[in-house]
């Protein structure tokens, strides 16, 4: 129990710092990728609706940076998250509109 207390602690630090790095981070793709990184940590802990929020947030921030991987990574980790919460008709909708 102490063990699973300690990596939950650890994970909360890694998901705080993070955070703190998007805030006043400059617009690049080192932003993207952080994105992705709390991404990962929201689609670990099965929290689907941070990780689809934070995916709209890679999402925006790709297209305001002109990051076309980030873009596409994005709408395909919004989908992975419908996905997951159990909207398969929203997931296949934002992953068939965004290969047109």
Known sequence: MADSIQ????????????????????????????????LKYYHKIGDFNKAKQTAQASLTHSEKIKYPKGVADSYNNIGL????????????????????
């Open 7 to 38: 990596v939950f602690s650890q994970s909360n630090q890694v998901l705080s710092s993070l955070n703190r790095a998007l805030i006043g981070g400059n617009e690049d793709t080192l932003k993207y990728k952080t994105y992705v990184d709390i």
């Open 81 to 100: 998250a419908e996905e997951n919460l159990g909207n398969l008709q929203a997931a296949e909708q934002i992953i068939l509109n965004h290969l047109k």
